[in-house]
């Protein structure tokens, strides 16, 4: 199995601008989510689907992030407009519910908005 | 909400050496996780662990659910141990599958 894909790895993007984060979850799981990691408040539960439906999206920041995933194999997150403090490493992550609860991690990616 | 403690937070070894990091936390978990985050920022699985003791080459792993804390064991440390290891905890109920992590253990293992 490729584990968990994310796309890009890396994006660098001016304030105001639109940004949209990718994420392929391990095939098979039904649980899908999105963390992120900075410096001063570590890594945080941002939302999660359970079969393709948003759960539980009480750690989003505020309503300049959206999340969606169309189907069991994309999901998509979304900042608009972006802004410096967005600066930090986003991860998704995927397990299934039905087999153990283990979470699998993506490489993450590094956003930076200057 | 619970919340995850781990010690200590720094930590620089000898290559060779032996190594003990604590995870406590405040309330009963349905499981518990434990990653090493690399010098490049994965996160990799080490453990899923709700009880007892697992091993894994030269590390192992020991929760003990109803003292609350869980021990992450690293013996003969290697340069490429290095790196930030979590714990991460889940709690079912009334939270759904949620993973809470702690604030980490920074190792850094020298020649």
């Known amino acids: 199995d490729a584990g968990v894909i994310q796309s890009p790895r890396h994006e660098v993007t001016e304030m105001g601008q639109e940004v949209t984060l990718r994420c392929k979850p391990i095939?098979?799981?039904?649980?899908l989510f999105w963390y992120r990691q900075t410096m001063m408040r570590g890594l945080e539960l941002l939302i999660y689907?359970?079969?393709?439906?948003?759960?539980?999206d009480s750690g989003m920041p505020e309503d300049r992030f959206s999340a969606k995933m169309p189907n069991a194999s994309f999901s998509t997150l979304k900042i608009q407009p972006s802004e410096p403090r967005d600066s930090a490493v986003y991860f998704c992550?995927?397990?299934?519910?039905?087999?153990?609860?283990?979470?699998?991690f993506g490489p993450g990616t590094r956003l930076t908005v200057t | 909400g619970i919340q995850v403690e781990q010690s200590p937070p720094d930590l620089i070894l000898q290559e060779g050496a032996n190594s003990t990091l604590r995870c406590n936390f405040s309330?009963?978990?349905?499981?518990l996780q434990w990653f090493h985050q690399n010098p490049w920022g994965q996160l990799i699985n080490l453990f899923y662990?709700?009880?007892g003791t697992k091993q894994n080459g030269r590390l192992s792993a020991t929760t003990v659910a109803t003292e609350r804390y869980s021990l992450l064991y690293i013996s003969s440390s290697q340069t490429t141990d290095s790196g930030v290891y979590f714990c991460?905890?889940?709690?079912?109920?009334?939270?759904?599958?949620?993973?809470?992590f702690g604030t980490g253990t920074q190792l850094k293992v020298e020649l």
């Open positions: 992550a995927s397990s299934s519910g039905t087999a153990s609860y283990e979470q699998y």
């Open positions: 095939s098979g799981h039904d649980y």
């Open positions: 689907f359970n079969n393709n439906v948003p759960i539980d």
């Open positions: 309330d009963s978990v349905n499981n």
């Open positions: 662990i709700p009880s």
């Open positions: 991460a905890v889940y709690r079912l109920t009334g939270g759904g599958n949620k993973l809470t």
